[in-house]
């Protein structure tokens, strides 16, 4: 076996090593849509101590978690109490969640088991750390969504995502993935169509090497590369040096 096809088969390995990580990675059913206008989004600064409250309206009813974007520079941490409640005021989860730093938009996932509800819940949000380091909140303005305002500030929105469904294998979520790409923008091809097109063009990649034999020691098994070389005194007489015998 040459060198072109041992470093073939290793990539070959690695991309199937990343597919099955993918694909086996526990990822939520759905996304609430629509929930987020980044266009709009704003920083509301969370003091140590402070609250906000957010009544936030369900588009299903197997609600699974609440996402929560914020930003908090710096190399310190932060920590946040979350309470989310129904319409009745009964407790679905309360949690303190622990905030990695990070200077660019991050989302803190709180999951909720068993969230068989239905119409709005209660996100209350409070800071509990006094490390005192600048935490910061996504929201945006209230009449770009039409969503309720936070109860603090009656023109702003806390731009939490609603998440939907089973914590399973992405794999078992393929059909719902592919139905959420082809209502963005149809008309896409029928399924299966995409999935084969995407496969042979993984086939494709694989096989490139292949066939531009990049091993330029080992090019007998090439069809591109078989083209053999002109002879080094194939040169015009216009262009030879006459000094030369």
């Known amino acids: 076996m040459t060198r072109r096809r041992v470093i073939v088969a290793v990539e070959a390995l690695a991309l199937m090593g990343i597919l099955v990580w993918a694909l086996a990675r526990p990822v939520t059913a759905a996304r609430g849509r629509d929930e987020i206008d980044y266009r709009h989004l704003q920083r509301l600064p969370l003091a140590a101590q402070q609250t906000v409250t957010q009544d936030v309206p ?17 190399g310190l941490s932060a920590r946040i109490r979350v309470l989310v409640t129904d319409t009745s005021g009964l407790a679905l989860v309360q949690v303190v969640q622990q905030l990695a730093p990070s200077k660019t938009l991050e989302f803190a996932t709180v999951r909720i088991e068993g969230g068989q509800t239905s119409g709005t819940v209660t996100v209350t949000i409070q800071r509990v750390d006094d490390l005192g380091g600048p935490l910061t909140l ?57 999935l084969v097109l995407v496969a042979l063009f993984l086939m494709l990649g694989l096989a490139l090497p292949l066939l531009i034999g990049f091993d330029r020691g ?24 006459p000094r030369l015998p």
Do not use: H
């Open 58 to 74: 369900l588009q299903q009813e197997q609600l699974s978690g609440i996402a929560i974007p914020y930003q908090l520079p710096g």
């Open 138 to 194: 996504g929201v945006f303005p209230t009449g770009t969504t039409g969503r309720p305002s936070m109860l603090q500030l009656p023109d702003t929105v806390l731009a939490v995502e609603t998440l939907y469904g089973a914590w399973r294998p992405a794999v078992l979520k393929a059909p719902l993935y592919a139905d959420r790409v082809a209502s963005l923008a149809p008309p896409w091809l029928p399924q299966p169509v995409d």
């Open 218 to 241: 080992d090019q007998e098994g090439s069809p591109i590369m078989t083209r053999e070389l002109a002879p080094t005194d194939a040169t015009s007489g216009r262009n030879r040096d």
